[in-house]
């Protein structure tokens, strides 16, 4: 029973520790447009993958950023031997990390929360994706709190296709009025299974030409000769 609950310690504790790195690492690499982390145990030490789309911010000049975050990860977190490798991510309007980050700095900038939500769903949808909704909740207008929901497409709630298509992401932006929450779902149409194929040019017969097909004989009957009106008889 001490094990059970041991081990159950130190799962809360690392998913403890993740959300807290999240957060740090989604602060400190805002500019770059930081899309997420993965973090994996190694017998060398935790490799940790970054997806941003300005690799460059992060990595530094002669690798100056990689060096200064890897020691502030190993001191505030206490990784083992952190080993960061930056990846960019190759499309930003489907990660919901980044679009709800780029929302939040419009709202820092002075830009109307209504203006960046529609801003940002038409972005993504501009860029193929199937669904888009944005909620931002907080003192938006007055001191008492609200939120709005803006849409576009079709977004899933439930099932096993919302699972596997939905991305979600969350941010917070401190206005003048108040703390603001924004939440960002996207529904990506690549994800979601062709159930048919069409090829042009390879219609299906149906069926009732098919029987007649069927039924049609491969030989062609030739009529007997028919003897002529004018032959003579033999007498």
């Known amino acids: 029973m001490a094990s059970k609950l041991s081990a159950f310690k130190n799962v809360m504790k690392d998913n403890f520790r993740n959300v807290e790195l999240d957060e740090f690492l989604s602060e400190n690499?805002?500019?770059?447009?930081?899309g997420g982390v993965e973090l994996q145990k190694t017998p060398m030490g935790t490799r940790i993958t970054l997806y941003v789309t300005r690799p460059g911010l992060v990595i530094g000049r002669k690798g100056s950023g990689i060096k200064d975050l890897t020691l502030k990860l190993e001191q505030q977190f206490?990784?083992?031997n952190p080993q960061i490798s930056v990846m960019e991510v190759s499309k930003p309007e489907y990660n919901?990390?980044?679009m709800?980050?780029?929302i939040s700095q419009l709202v820092e900038r002075g830009t109307a929360f209504r203006r960046a939500a529609l801003w940002t769903i038409n972005t993504i949808m501009n860029a193929g994706a199937l669904g888009a909704e944005v909620t931002i909740s907080?003192?938006?207008r007055s001191e008492r709190?609200?939120?709005e929901k803006h849409s576009a497409g079709m977004i899933p709630k439930s099932g096993e296709m919302a699972d596997r298509i939905v991305k979600e992401g969350v941010t917070h932006v401190l206005t003048k009025m108040g703390m603001m929450g924004i939440r960002l779902k996207?529904?990506?149409?690549?994800?979601?299974?062709q159930e048919f194929e069409y090829i042009e040019g390879t219609a299906p017969i149906p069926e009732s030409e098919q029987q007649e097909q069927t039924q049609v004989p491969d030989a062609i009957e030739v009529e007997a000769e028919k003897p002529s009106v004018n032959q003579g008889i033999k007498g």
């Not at 690499?29 to 930081?34: E, P, Q, R, S």
């Not at 996207?186 to 299974?193: M, S």
């Open 29 to 34: 690499l805002k500019d770059a447009g930081y």
């Open 78 to 80: 206490g990784l083992s």
């Open 96 to 98: 919901p990390k980044i």
């Open 100 to 102: 709800c980050n780029r």
């Open 138 to 140: 907080g003192k938006l």
């Open 145 to 147: 709190a609200h939120f």
């Open 186 to 193: 996207i529904a990506l149409g690549n994800e979601v299974p």
